[in-house]
């Protein structure tokens, strides 16, 4: 069974600039999320999707940061503009949807702003 | 508020020997817990969970311990190896929320 895929996996801008991240969960998993993760730090959710619906953003700074999942499958992360405190891993992760289940990871995509 | 904390930043075992890492907790309406593990370069890998009616499970090499009265939990890994080098985060989650803590750091040296 193929895992979370996600690309880019390193990725390199200045502040200001725009960046997008995409995600393919694995097949049937109905939920999906975003995480960032801060080096040093434990993974912080930005946003979970079931299927193409948002569940919870309350954490994803929607001023500069905004996801979507239109067909219920693949999702992308964007940030626009870019800020320095940015610099991070951002995770992808699915779920089959319900609250126990587990979330499996993607390998992350390493954001550094300069 | 929701927290998840750790013990030890960095934790150094001999080859062959128990690790025991340790996390606390301090939301005590959570019911379900997970440790991962994260390789350098790579996302989180489930290790194993344990629901809140649990005090102990335990799987391939490892255990995962739940006190509810003082918000621990713990992950004993029996025998460790050297593939087992990672950072280790064990996670909570309450109201379908998975949050994480800061993570330990697991050196297995010879």
């Known amino acids: 069974e193929a895992g979370v895929a996600q690309s880019p996996r390193y990725k390199i801008i200045e502040k200001r600039q725009s960046v997008a991240f995409w995600c393919n969960p694995i097949?049937?998993?109905?939920?999906l999320y975003w995480y960032q993760q801060i080096l040093g730090q434990g993974p912080k959710l930005l946003i979970q999707?079931?299927?193409?619906?948002?569940?919870?953003d309350s954490q994803l700074p929607k001023d500069r940061f905004s996801a979507e999942r239109l067909k219920g499958v693949d999702s992308t992360l964007k940030i626009q503009p870019a800020k320095l405190e940015d610099s991070a891993v951002y995770l992808c992760?699915?779920?089959?949807?319900?609250?126990?289940?587990?979330?499996?990871f993607g390998p992350g995509t390493r954001l550094t702003v300069l | 508020g929701e927290s998840v904390g750790l013990h030890l930043p960095t934790l150094s075992v001999q080859e062959g020997d128990n690790s025991i890492i340790n996390c606390a907790y301090s939301?005590?309406?959570?019911?379900?817990f997970i440790w991962y593990k994260q390789e350098s370069g790579k996302g989180p890998q489930f290790i194993i969970d344990?629901?809140?009616?649990?005090d102990k499970r335990q799987g391939q090499r490892v255990t995962v311990l739940l006190n509810k009265t003082v918000k621990h939990l713990s992950l004993q890994i029996a025998a460790t190896q050297p593939g087992d080098s990672a950072v280790y985060f064990c996670?909570?989650?309450?109201?379908?929320?998975?949050?994480f803590g800061t993570g330990t750091r697991l050196q297995v040296f010879p």
């Open positions: 992760a699915s779920s089959l949807g319900l609250p126990t289940d587990t979330q499996y």
């Open positions: 097949s049937g998993h109905a939920t």
């Open positions: 999707f079931q299927n193409n619906g948002v569940v919870d």
């Open positions: 939301n005590s309406a959570s019911d379900y």
């Open positions: 344990i629901r809140s009616n649990m």
């Open positions: 996670a909570e989650k309450h109201t379908d929320k998975l949050i």
